[in-house]
């Protein structure tokens, strides 16, 4: 089951990308689950974005505050 991530105004694929994943090198994941929105770059209020999984692991060195990721939607 995938999350999903309600955009702000202002947007783009790499601060969603960085927002829920805590890097935005993840954004053409975003892009590839969210194809009928591929040709935006600046996103308005209230674009529901689905966020997969990525398969990555939280690395357990990181400060508890690091290790969640919060996703609004």
Known sequence: ???TYTTIS???WDIVAYKVYGNEMYMD???KANLE???I???PEGVV???PETGLGV???LP???QGVTVSG
């Open 64 to 66: 508890p505050w690091k």
């Open 41 to 43: 770059y600046i996103f």
């Open 49 to 51: 974005l689905v966020i």
């Open 29 to 31: 994941i975003l892009i």
């Open 1 to 3: 089951m995938s999350d």
């Open 59 to 61: 690395s357990e060195s």
């Open 10 to 12: 202002g947007d783009t």
């Open 37 to 39: 929105y591929k040709d």
